[in-house]
């Protein structure tokens, strides 16, 4: 798939707004393991929003699961009332197969100005270099890490000679520059898992407590999982 070419239109530091933040995934459905982290990282950073991006589910995979307007739907569910969140289908919108690279030039071409931070865990991260064009993500973004307490690992070559270089520990760079740097951060990590859930629909019994009532609720109304 052709991809196109680089926008990213010159800015100075005074006309830059706050920075926001990309959690992509699933979501499927979304549940407290992905609110939490989204959440305490807005606060952390000071960013101005943290955008929930649902990515496209292959349609083998969808059979029995959910809809994109109901992973949609259970996302806006989840947040309301919470302008610190907030539902993003720039993923969906666009053609597919799709790279991530893809999806940060079609933000930063709506968001010339702004900060971008995507997020992922370490797991990604190490495995950043099978992802395509990977070399490219940090001219749209800035990266945000997110480590396991305690969790020692050890990084391939590729990422200690063109990612590691570009770490900063400085929050405030984050906000000076639109993209380019590494973050390692520490969120609290609940060990929930959209398929735990899915598995406990199945066997009829409860899934309070793992996500927000009002997405219990839809799931419930819409006999999702089943």
């Known amino acids: 798939m052709t991809l196109p070419l680089s926008i990213n239109p010159p800015a100075t530091n005074a006309q830059l707004t706050a920075p926001i933040a990309i959690m992509g995934g699933s979501f499927n459905p979304i549940h407290f393991g992905h609110l939490r982290p989204a959440l305490e990282l807005q606060q952390q950073l000071s960013l101005?929003?943290?955008?929930?991006?649902?990515?496209?589910?292959?349609?083998?995979?969808?059979?029995?699961?959910?809809?994109?307007?109901?992973?949609?739907?259970?996302?806006?569910?989840?947040?309301?009332?919470?302008?610190?969140?907030?539902?993003?289908?720039?993923?969906?919108?666009?053609?597919?197969?799709?790279?991530?690279?893809?999806?940060?030039?079609?933000?930063?071409?709506?968001?010339?100005?702004?900060?971008?931070?995507?997020?992922?865990?370490?797991?990604?991260?190490?495995?950043?270099?099978?992802?395509?064009?990977?070399?490219?993500?940090?001219?749209y973004c800035h990266l945000i890490v997110c480590q396991r307490p305690g969790w020692q690992q050890e990084y391939c070559t590729s990422l200690k000679q063109h990612i590691l270089p570009k770490q900063t520990l400085d929050i405030t760079q984050?906000?000076?520059r639109k993209h380019g740097l590494l973050y390692f951060t520490q969120v609290t990590q609940l060990d929930i898992s959209s398929s735990q859930i899915r598995q406990l629909r199945q066997q009829q019994q409860s899934i309070k407590y793992l996500l927000p009532d009002s997405v219990v609720q839809y799931i419930e109304d819409n006999q999702l999982y089943c």
């Not at 101005?48 to 259970?74: F, I």
């Not at 709506?110 to 370490?122: D, E, H, S």
């Open 48 to 139: 101005a929003q943290v955008k929930l991006m649902p990515n496209h589910v292959a349609p083998h995979k969808s059979h029995g699961y959910s809809s994109t307007e109901q992973r949609c739907d259970m996302i806006q569910a989840a947040i309301a009332g919470v302008p610190a969140l907030c539902l993003d289908m720039t993923e969906l919108s666009l053609p597919q197969p799709n790279y991530t690279v893809a999806t940060l030039i079609a933000l930063r071409t709506a968001n010339p100005n702004t900060p971008l931070c995507f997020i992922i865990g370490m797991d990604s991260f190490i495995n950043l270099p099978k992802w395509h064009r990977w070399l490219e993500l940090l001219d």
């Open 174 to 176: 984050l906000h000076q």
